[in-house]
């Protein structure tokens, strides 16, 4: 194993390997392409980070860039709509490059300066902004004409900190029993321009009743149709082999819903009620609904305004997490009411299981502070935020 200093980036780990072997990675001011074989560093243009720039991905091909942030620019007392943005990124030999490493012993030889972290009282109703977010999809619109038999669905919706909210939704579509095709629909607010942020490479295919449908066929197979109503933008993708007519008629399908898709369990979960953040702002949250519902999953990310708080990411899981196992980085919690619970060393993340529900914990903070604070400490910090769990 290879092991470069760098500068200090706010990511502990690339996001996204695609199959070109570039790695993306990010700090306070840019996204950069590591490409593994070479070693060479480049700055992907056109995006300056910042401290909302989050949840950020690399296709597989290489090819784009997804990203959420906001706009900084404020609305009264709150910062406007959280966007999710896309990027298509070309050729990126041509982009200039970086050099990311330092001075290793200058970044040995930083300590850390943190000697606790103090937890306070969660008074947020989760519950209540989980349950809002689901029956707001009764204010959307809804593909109700599919190419072919529609197997399944997954649900994302996700209420952002600003209190604006996204919709995604994943159809899985059956040809004759024997494959299995997918196509994105996506639901997002106009940005403060009035345009749509998906829109930019796509063209007017159709005009029925004075609105556009539009329609874009990429080089690289990729096939989008959308339309725009009421400020609202309503977004198709696939890489699947459907046709220009079919992926339209789907947007020209659309229509509201007299009810949400399925009930969601909100009487059985459980939600923390001690956070190491004084008071958390309005959190970010998200649902998702896997096969219909046969299991949903619930995400929470606080944060807070005061220096010493601590960014904690919060969910739950109807499955295992794919870490959920006996590891030597892991260390075993004995906690009355859970089954199994690990803390893993190596992520600032634990995990509970209560025979129904995981409930996984992740800490945003830097290594040199948890090896400051050590894992005893860590752990039984870990302990008293599960145990505050109802």
Request: proline content about 3%.
């Amino acid at each position: 194993m290879k092991r470069l200093a760098i500068k200090p980036l706010n990511t502990s780990s690339p996001k996204s390997i695609d199959k070109n072997g570039n790695a993306l990675i990010k700090d306070d001011e840019h996204f950069y392409l590591y490409h593994i074989p070479s070693e060479i560093t480049y700055i992907i243009p056109e995006v300056e980070t910042g401290v909302y720039t989050k949840d950020y991905a690399l296709s597989q091909d290489g090819n784009t860039l997804v990203y959420t942030d906001r706009d900084l620019v404020m609305e009264g007392d709150k910062y406007a709509t959280q966007y999710l943005y896309r990027l298509r990124l070309g050729d990126y030999t041509n982009f200039e490059t970086a050099e990311l490493h330092a001075d290793a012993d200058a970044a040995e030889k930083e300590a850390s300066d943190m000697k606790e972290i103090s937890l306070h009282e969660n008074n947020l109703d989760e519950i209540d902004e989980f349950n809002s977010l689901w029956e707001s999809s009764k204010d959307q619109l809804f593909p109700t004409n599919f190419p072919g038999e529609l197997e399944y669905t997954t649900h994302h919706f996700t209420q952002t900190s600003d209190g604006s909210t996204d919709y995604s939704m994943s159809y899985y579509i059956y040809f004759n029993d024997l494959s299995e095709d997918k196509i994105n629909y996506s639901i997002n607010p106009t940005m403060r321009d009035g345009t749509c942020l998906f829109f930019d490479d796509l063209e007017v295919a159709e005009t029925v009743d004075g609105i556009d449908y539009l329609y874009y066929e990429f080089d690289n197979s990729d096939r989008e149709a959308a339309v725009s109503m009421d400020d609202i933008c309503y977004h198709f993708e696939t890489d699947d082999d459907f046709t220009k007519d079919e992926l339209l008629n789907m947007a020209k399908s659309l229509e509201p819903i007299d009810e949400v898709f399925h009930e969601i369990p909100l009487d059985e979960i459980k939600l923390l009620k001690k956070l190491p953040i004084q008071s958390p702002d309005q959190p970010y949250q998200s649902i998702i609904s896997y096969h219909d519902g046969e299991s949903v999953d619930f995400i929470v990310e606080y944060s807070g305004n005061q220096d010493d708080d601590i960014r904690t990411e919060f969910e739950i899981r109807n499955s295992a997490p794919n870490f959920f196992e006996e590891r030597e980085e892991n260390i075993n919690l004995d906690i009355d009411g859970f089954e199994e619970a690990y803390y893993l060393t190596d992520y600032h993340r634990s995990i509970f299981y209560d025979g129904n529900y995981y409930y996984v914990i992740e800490l945003d903070i830097k290594d040199k502070d948890a090896e400051a604070l050590g894992h005893d400490y860590l752990e039984e910090l870990f302990i008293e935020m599960a145990e505050s769990l109802e």
